[in-house]
């Protein structure tokens, strides 16, 4: 390997080490939520003082139009609103909301949505198996939406599709 060869891979190799830590922080955020639009939407403080809303990766609540919306909402609430949240950060959706994995306390806030059955597991975007284990445990309890009857079930993305 000749020597510019090697100083061109040196080069590389330190000014990608030298942005780790920022890929790092971008891919988690922390900050106190500040507003819960939704079952599945949030809005954190950071500690630059920066609004960031977030939208709960792998899971789907009700509309608020829908049964069991309003509840959803406020499952949500009482999980987190006024806490110091953790949000691993997956992706930004078509509105510019991060989505990501919420949490607090030491609890998987989308995982506690399914499993007291104020969420549906997000099935085109959900990748974690253990959240079809909880909707399955919550459908089989009656938790939360599966005590509504069954004709009122209905997954948001099909009553969104429904409105269009």
Do not use: C
């Amino acid at each position: 390997m000749n020597r510019i060869h090697f100083k061109r891979i040196l080069f590389l190799a330190l000014f990608y080490i030298s942005f780790l830590p920022l890929f790092a922080a971008a891919q988690e955020h922390i900050g106190r939520v500040v507003g819960v639009s939704d079952g599945d939407t949030i809005t954190i403080l950071d500690d630059r003082k920066q609004q960031i809303k977030v939208r709960l990766a792998e899971i789907d609540t009700p509309e608020s139009a829908q049964p069991y919306g309003t509840r959803a909402k406020q499952e949500l609430s009482r999980l987190v609103h006024g806490k110091t949240v953790i949000v691993k950060v997956r992706d930004i959706d078509r509105y510019g909301r991060t989505v990501g994995r919420v949490y607090a306390d030491d609890i998987d806030v989308n995982a506690e949505m399914v499993r007291l059955g104020a969420a549906w597991v997000y099935r085109k975007y959900a990748n974690d198996q253990n959240l079809y284990d909880l909707e399955k445990q919550a459908r089989q309890n009656g938790a939360g939406l599966w005590g509504l009857p069954e004709a009122q079930q209905v997954p948001p993305w099909e009553w969104r599709q429904a409105r269009k």
